[in-house]
C-alpha cells in the first residue's frame, strides 16, 4: 500500500526555518492536490497550505507571508518551505495527497518544535 512519508521536521529557535518534504513510496493515481496540515497538542487538525494540480496555491491566515508550499512534478514530491517560525507554529505536520478518483494519503507525520 503507498504511503506518504514526510521529512524535515525537528527543533527550531523562533525566527528560525524549516523545509518539509513529502513524497509517495509509490505509484499514486491522478492527483487533484497536494496539503500541509498540522495538529497542535490539544487542537483540531488544520489545513496549512494546499497546491492544485495546476498549481493554484491557498494558505491559511497564519501561514501567508511565512510559508511557501511548492511541488516537483518530475519527482512527484511537495514541499512546505516554513519561514520565521513562531513557537505556536508547534505541531505534528501531516502531508495530504487528495485524489481525483479514490481515498484521500495521509503520511503519519512529522513533528515541529519552535522553542528557545
Known amino acids: 500500500q503507498v504511503q506518504l512519508v514526510e521529512s524535515g521536521g525537528g527543533l527550531v529557535q523562533p525566527g528560525g526555518s524549516l523545509r518539509l518534504s513529502c513524497a509517495p513510496s509509490?505509484?499514486?493515481?491522478?492527483?487533484?492536490?497536494w496539503g500541509w496540515y498540522r495538529q497542535a497538542p490539544g487542537k483540531q487538525r488544520e489545513l496549512v497550505a494546499i497546491?492544485?494540480?495546476?498549481?493554484?496555491?491557498n494558505y491559511a491566515d497564519s501561514a501567508k507571508g511565512r510559508f511557501t508550499i511548492s511541488r516537483d512534478n518530475s519527482k512527484n514530491t511537495v514541499a512546505l518551505q516554513m519561514n520565521d517560525l513562531k513557537p505556536e507554529d508547534t505541531a505534528v505536520y501531516y502531508c495530504n495527497v487528495a485524489q481525483l478518483f479514490g481515498t484521500d494519503y495521509w503520511g503519519k507525520g512529522t513533528l515541529v518544535t519552535v522553542s528557545a
Open positions: 497546491i492544485t494540480s495546476v498549481g493554484l496555491k
Open positions: 509509490g505509484n499514486i493515481g491522478l492527483i487533484k492536490a
